[in-house]
């Protein structure tokens, strides 16, 4: 089983940007779908951002399009998250996940049989 280890959580403000990093151990992540998610104090994890294998299919929560940027480098066996123009509602703890899936489950977090222990991003307004 994979071991995925995020980091380049932080505090930043309102406007500022962060990049995230997850790095997997154990297994190559070259077929695997990856994704990242998150959860605020008092809800729901949430799905953010995901890249099936062949990384010509990113897919955005509505709520960071156009500002996140999801990528892999299989070679390095890492995923990142590029997270520009970040607001205080982006403040959560962020999880990096992966799993054998299908296009139509890559936002569903039941879906992922891999996940990290995540990392805490703090957006000062």
């Known amino acids: 089983q994979v071991r995925l280890v995020e980091s380049g959580g932080g505090l930043v403000q309102a406007g500022g940007s962060l990049r995230l990093s997850c790095t997997a151990s154990?297994?190559?992540?070259?077929?695997?779908?990856v994704g990242w998610f998150r959860q605020a104090p008092g809800k729901e994890r949430e799905f953010v951002a995901s890249?099936?294998?062949?990384?010509?299919?990113?897919k955005y929560s509505d709520s960071v399009k156009g500002r996140f940027t999801i990528s892999r480098d299989d070679a390095k066996m890492t995923i990142y998250l590029q997270m520009n123009s970040l607001k205080p509602e982006d403040t959560a703890v962020y999880y990096c996940?992966?799993?054998?899936?299908?296009?139509?489950?890559?936002?569903?977090?039941?879906?992922?049989?891999?996940w990290g222990q995540g990392t805490q991003v703090t957006v000062s307004s």
């Open positions: 996940a992966s799993g054998l899936i299908s296009t139509t489950s890559v936002s569903s977090s039941r879906a992922y049989s891999d």
């Open positions: 154990a297994r190559t992540l070259r077929f695997y779908t």
């Open positions: 890249l099936l294998w062949d990384s010509r299919t990113p």
